[in-house]
């Protein structure tokens, strides 16, 4: 039987691609929320319990020791009666241990700003923080807006900002910010104090009199100033650079993270000399009179992400693109024309390239609402189909390896993240005799040299608990495998 056993699990192992690790996300449709933290077998490994809904994806940070027990889980959440009214609306970024407490919390919703959709957390331990930022029509047009298309007069601008949390005192630091209004360029003339040139001289900048500004873009259909709707960010360390989506506008932006807060508001100093400026854009090259509608190729894309060093395609650009075609989404690979210094190449008079994705998947999923798309190590993909709180895993074949429906149509997933076992360090799995973190035939055999004296006796192979180590702890490791 135990022969048996063995051929079985090979056969399951060889035909298993599948990233081992943990999914992590949070349903939302108002009201009290719960993250999970799911294994691949379904399992759930932990829960999180809030007060509110989500905004967008939480994350799970390790902490200074390794373990479970030590991980931070960071949510960005919706406040009630937001500032600014749209998609995505958030307001507030909270902080739990592995066991649920709130350890510390943030609110950005005033006047002047209303925090929405993504964060980022840095490798310092602080998060960077998606904002919309107010202007009225005083500012707007002394910038060179000619119109916004709202009954409200109001404009809102996009800004970041970097938290860096105190656990201890509850305090809020922000040690860092940029905005996308000290970036712009306008054609009306130089009378106006945004920067007056041409469109297509200034791929660094922003023409502020680009789209729409929230003329329909509320709950209901309400104005609400809304004009570049930035749906995600992403941080890549080795670069310092900081990558932006914007629904509205069918674009992705790269910026230099390197620069002091002076430097981000102007034009000069940082790592690549171009202080807050824009470094690279892609996605719709019109915006800034380069192109044509052929190399329009992003429609309401969200969570754009850098590939990690060591995945395939590491160094290049994943994101969700929502509008592949009417009522089809996809997910693009996009290689940029970067160098090793992390400066990107442009032509004179041409658009940033490339001129299409490296890898594309579409298939039978769509969600006009939020989305994700994040590579593995193992060459997968996991993509969220939001409005529908679908999870799947993708091999490079193409093929469904995983998939998760969660069981409510009233609830959206904006977007679900996989973390390796590895990335909680030395954590205690069940079954893991040989402490890799990992679960696998290479268990097994470590079991059956226990039972046989071969190795040291290890209290973890009691797998049913029944205080002897033996053959039927061999079985229960292999279905618990198997399962």
Not at 19 to 26: A, N, Q, R
Not at 96 to 102: A, C, E, H, P
Not at 425 to 438: A, K, T, V, W, Y
Request: with cysteine; glycine share 10%.
């Amino acid at each position: 039987m135990l022969y048996l056993l063995f051929f079985t699990f090979i056969s399951v192992i060889i035909s298993q691609d599948v990233f081992e690790g943990y999914v992590l996300y949070t349903p939302g449709g108002g009201g009290n929320a719960t993250s999970y933290l799911r294994d691949t077998d379904n399992s759930i490994i932990n829960t999180w319990s809030h007060s509110s809904g989500p905004a967008s994806m939480p994350y799970l940070v390790a902490g200074d020791e390794p373990g479970f027990e030590n991980t931070l889980l960071y949510y960005p959440c919706q406040v009630n009666s937001p500032s600014m009214q749209s998609g995505g609306v958030g307001g507030k970024v909270e902080i739990y241990n592995w066991t649920g407490d709130l350890l510390w919390d943030f609110t950005l919703s005033n006047n002047s700003y209303q925090h929405h959709h993504d964060i980022e957390p840095l490798p310092n331990g602080n998060f960077l923080m998606l904002a919309w930022e107010r202007s009225y029509t005083s500012e707007w047009s002394d910038l060179g807006r000619t119109s916004v298309n709202n009954s409200l007069n109001q404009m809102w601008f996009t800004a970041i900002f970097e938290i860096e949390p105190n656990l201890e005192t509850g305090q809020a630091n922000i040690v860092w910010e940029w905005h996308i209004k000290d970036h712009l360029v306008q054609d009306r003339g130089p009378q106006y104090s945004a920067t007056y040139g041409q469109i297509s001289d200034h791929p660094e900048l922003m023409d502020i009199n680009c789209g729409n500004a929230g003329s329909s873009g509320g709950p209901g259909g309400q104005a609400n100033g809304d004009w570049m709707h930035m749906n995600a960010i992403s941080y890549n360390a080795d670069f310092e650079q900081i990558v932006l989506s914007s629904r509205f506008q069918d674009e992705i932006y790269v910026i230099d993270h390197s620069t002091t807060t002076q430097e981000a508001a102007g034009h000069s100093g940082g790592r690549y000399g171009k202080g807050g400026d824009f470094l690279y854009r892609w996605g719709n090259p019109e915006n800034y009179g380069r192109g044509n509608n052929s190399n329009h190729l992003l429609g309401d894309q969200h969570s754009v992400n850098w590939i990690p060093e060591g995945y395939p395609g590491e160094g290049n650009l994943i994101l969700f693109n929502n509008f592949y075609s009417n009522n089809s989404s996809s997910v693009y690979e996009i290689t940029t024309p970067v160098n090793t210094d992390g400066s990107y190449n442009i032509d004179e008079g041409l658009p940033f390239g490339p001129d299409n994705p490296v890898w594309i998947f579409t298939g039978n999923f769509f969600t006009q609402a939020q989305g994700g798309a994040f590579r593995l190590p193992n060459g997968n993909t996991l993509i969220t189909v939001a409005t529908s709180s679908f999870i799947f895993e993708i091999n490079p074949s193409f093929e469904t390896v995983w998939s998760y429906d969660y069981p409510s149509n009233m609830s959206m997933i904006p977007r679900a993240q996989k973390y390796a076992y590895d990335y909680f360090d030395e954590i205690s799995l069940p079954g893991d005799l040989n402490n890799d973190s990992l679960v696998n035939i290479l268990d097994v055999i470590s079991c059956i040299n226990i039972v046989l004296g071969v190795n040291e006796s290890n209290d973890s192979a009691d797998l049913n608990n029944d205080g002897t180590i033996n053959i039927l702890d061999i079985v229960s490791l292999v279905n618990l495998i198997l399962s």
